[in-house]
């Protein structure tokens, strides 16, 4: 099963404390406060010095656990695979917004001539 994303089902919350997200995804708090340090992507929100975390974070942290335990991948191999796929995220916006100019270019050429 490689590669497969594992979808949990999450309350219908905006933020969710360490002790949740620990629940939901099998990963011990210490091992997320870990991660926090060691991925820019895992960055939750304190408050009260409570660490909350959103949906967003909590689907990298589940990207982290698959790269680490069934792909073993190392930390630093990690880190560059969520760099690249941030770098490819990155690239493709910007094609598709120069794409979309373009159209716009054309279709406007297009009315005047026609």
Do not use: C
């Amino acid at each position: 099963m490689m590669g497969q994303s594992v979808e949990i089902q999450l309350p219908d919350k905006i933020y969710f404390r360490i002790g949740e997200v620990s629940d939901f995804t099998n990963i011990k708090p210490y091992v997320l406060r870990y991660w926090e340090s060691e991925f820019d992507e895992i960055n939750p929100i304190r408050r009260k010095s409570q660490r909350l975390y959103d949906r967003d974070t909590i689907h990298t942290v589940i990207k982290i656990k698959n790269m680490l335990y069934e792909q073993n991948f190392t930390i630093a191999g990690a880190k560059k695979k969520l760099k690249e796929e941030a770098n490819q995220k990155r690239v493709s916006t910007k094609v598709n917004v120069l794409l979309h100019e373009i159209l716009g270019e054309l279709k406007a050429i297009k009315q005047d001539l026609g």
